[in-house]
């Protein structure tokens, strides 16, 4: 089933404000984005999951969101390469779903889990300041990090329970993405920094790496 046709908008949605415009690809895309991207003043357009890379780029945005949403990434190969497209031109931000696809899109596999993370109390580790936070989770699928390019992306977070892949960095661009949801409402909001970690990534600033990073080896896996 295409479940994320069914949950995307048919239309453009237009959340005007002051601040930078940014484009979220909806993939069932949750007001709590978007409300977090208002109060940050940003201009927010919200594209149907279909929206191509041109018709995205022609909108000239200063960041793009990958939104969350339901089902296999591996079903999502349009989206896929679509982002792709977009990986050298824009700032880029991938919540849950869309942290998959930017795996997908940087050569990854995903896989199922298990019986899947759920509930507003999961553990993660940002690994380049070691703080714990306790995330909101909704999601079946997690990206293979044994498939994962080193020489193009790291390892950012980690599950503190199974030890999965719950966030990622490009190496060069200002591209990153979490497998939880820093929106979850109620709570917690432990992770909202993430968003303005994110857009101070936009207007071509670089992507500073921790000193205690790993150098990309060029090997995958």
């Known amino acids: 089933m295409d479940l994320v046709a069914e949950v ?27 409300d977090n991207l208002r109060q940050r003043g940003c201009d927010v357009w919200v594209l149907p999951h279909r929206t191509t890379a041109a018709e995205v780029a022609a909108l000239e945005p200063a960041g793009l969101v990958l939104s969350p949403g339901p089902g296999d990434p591996q079903r999502l190969s349009h989206e896929v390469a679509q982002v792709r497209a977009l ?10 779903l869309g942290h998959q696809i930017i795996g997908r899109a940087a050569g990854a596999e995903t ?15 940002d690994l380049d300041t070691g703080r714990v936070c306790v995330t909101t989770q909704n999601h079946g699928y997690a990206v293979d990090e044994t498939s994962l390019d080193r020489a193009e992306m790291r390892v950012t ?16 661009l200002p591209i990153m993405s979490i497998q939880y949801h820093p929106e979850g409402r109620p709570g917690p909001q432990d992770s909202t920094y993430l968003f303005d970690e994110w857009l101070n990534t936009i207007g071509g600033t670089p992507v500073v790496r921790p000193a205690h990073a790993a150098e990309p080896s060029g090997t995958r896996g």
């Open 157 to 172: 977070h980690r599950n503190l329970n199974d030890g999965t892949v719950e966030g990622l960095r490009h190496w060069r």
């Open 111 to 125: 896989f199922k889990l298990p019986y899947g993370h759920r509930g507003s109390n999961q553990p993660v580790q």
């Open 8 to 34: 995307s908008t048919d239309s453009v949605l237009h959340h005007p404000g002051p601040g930078p415009r940014i484009a979220v690809l909806d993939y069932g895309v949750k007001r709590g984005i978007v």
């Open 87 to 96: 990986w050298e031109r824009f700032s880029i931000f991938g919540i849950c």
